[in-house]
């Protein structure tokens, strides 16, 4: 215990170079935490957006299938139309336990957000919608009264944005359309939230797509059936079917690229950090030569020095593990918002997931890392002969 309150009070002595070297080893803990972090969340969040849609494979007219997917994923327009006969066609196969066909608009709004205008994003469905999702639940309403009816079902945010209660009327930008909400959906932290559903024989009518539809969902009874499925309409026609576990897995391999650039760059910011805490306590050694030059004489013993300057090291490391965690911590909604607005596809829910272990992992790691870091400077302390010590610092 006496040796570690010596270490404090040696440290406390330079108090500013002592605070610049725990800043670098605060930053490059929490660096490396939010980057771990955001692995875990990107990869879980991503999960839980695939599984809420309910489908393993999208049929869409042909084009860049990470486009459609993408698209289908994340909400927006400028996806290809198909006709509805394949949906009627593919709809027959016994190997399907559930489907949906989805017809997707956009309309511009310029009274959408806060007065600089926004994209309100429809979807027609059917009851099959429904099936695929069971999950969705109604916060107050219900279902459209037919299948080819003036009304729409709104998705929680949608509902919030423009503050819409069941029997009010929205307004369709362009379309001079009024329709009437008959239904607001719970959150369920997806892309639905923001969309505006309707019937997909009134979608068809307001937007002029007559039997038209941009998607398909498809569910298969048997997940072993996926590779055949997509073969046997491989020749069909001006469609392709996409599984969400290929964009899912492309998805992931993009994302590890990038994790070995951004690890690569955490690995260098530690290195300097532990640079920077060999330069501090070297340079605290060869400043107080003369001290342990005294100390030595008066019986310590090199394990003891050795204790003294290793000690120094190690909190530095602890103490800088611990304000990088905290650091994390407080600046992982800074950080969610930061890789929010550069992906080009960010899922729904927390994309960085700093969990208990992972801060009590980089702590160890720090803590290691000082112990290392420390062999040094110690080793040199504790090898200076007392007297020539004292006469060289003389």
């Known amino acids: 215990m006496k040796f570690v309150l010596i270490a404090l009070k040696t440290l406390k002595r330079k108090k500013i170079r002592t605070c610049l070297t725990l800043s ?148 369709v930008p362009g379309k001079e359309k009024i329709l009437k909400v008959v239904g607001i959906m719970e959150r369920i932290g997806t892309q639905d939230d923001g969309i505006i559903f309707m019937p997909l024989k009134t979608t068809q009518r307001i937007f002029n797509t007559g039997g038209k539809i941009t998607g398909i969902g498809v569910k298969l009874k048997d997940i072993a059936d996926i590779t055949k499925f997509e073969e046997d309409l491989y020749n069909e026609p001006g469609i392709q079917v996409i599984s969400m576990a290929e964009v899912k897995g492309t998805i992931f391999n993009l994302m590890s690229s990038a994790k070995t650039l951004t690890n690569s760059i955490a690995a260098i910011a530690i290195i300097i950090a532990l640079i920077g805490v060999i330069n501090t306590i070297l340079m605290s050694v060869f400043e107080r030569t003369k001290d342990i030059g005294v100390m030595k004489a008066l019986g310590a013993s090199k394990l003891d020095i050795f204790q003294i300057i290793w000690l120094e090291t190690t909190l530095i490391c602890a103490i800088g593990g611990i304000l990088g965690d905290i650091l994390a911590v407080l600046g992982g909604v800074f950080v969610e918002k930061l890789i929010k607005s550069i992906l080009p596809y960010a899922p729904s829910g927390h994309l960085v997931d700093v969990t208990p272990d992972l801060l009590v992992y980089s702590i160890i790691g720090a803590v290691l890392t000082g112990l290392i870091a420390g062999i040094y400077p110690a080793w040199r302390a504790c090898t200076m002969r007392p007297v020539q010590a004292i006469r060289s610092a003389g």
């Open 24 to 171: 670098g080893v605060a930053i490059a803990v929490a660096v490396m935490v939010s980057l771990l972090g955001f692995d875990r969340g990107y990869q879980k969040a991503l999960q839980g957006d695939m599984d809420k849609m309910g489908y393993q494979l999208l049929v869409t007219a042909k084009g860049c299938p990470y486009e459609a997917a993408t698209l289908m994923l994340k909400g927006g327009g400028g996806l290809k139309y198909m006709d509805e006969a394949v949906f009627a066609k593919i709809v027959k196969d016994p190997r399907i336990e559930n489907i949906t066909p989805q017809l997707v608009a956009t309309a511009y709004d310029p009274d959408r957000g806060e007065g600089a205008g926004g994209i309100a994003m429809y979807m027609g469905i059917d009851d099959s919608y429904l099936k695929l999702k069971p999950w969705s639940k109604f916060k107050t309403g219900g279902w459209f009264t037919s299948p080819d009816a003036d009304e729409v079902i709104m998705g929680y945010e949608a509902a919030e944005l423009e503050q819409r209660h069941v029997g009010d009327e929205v307004f």
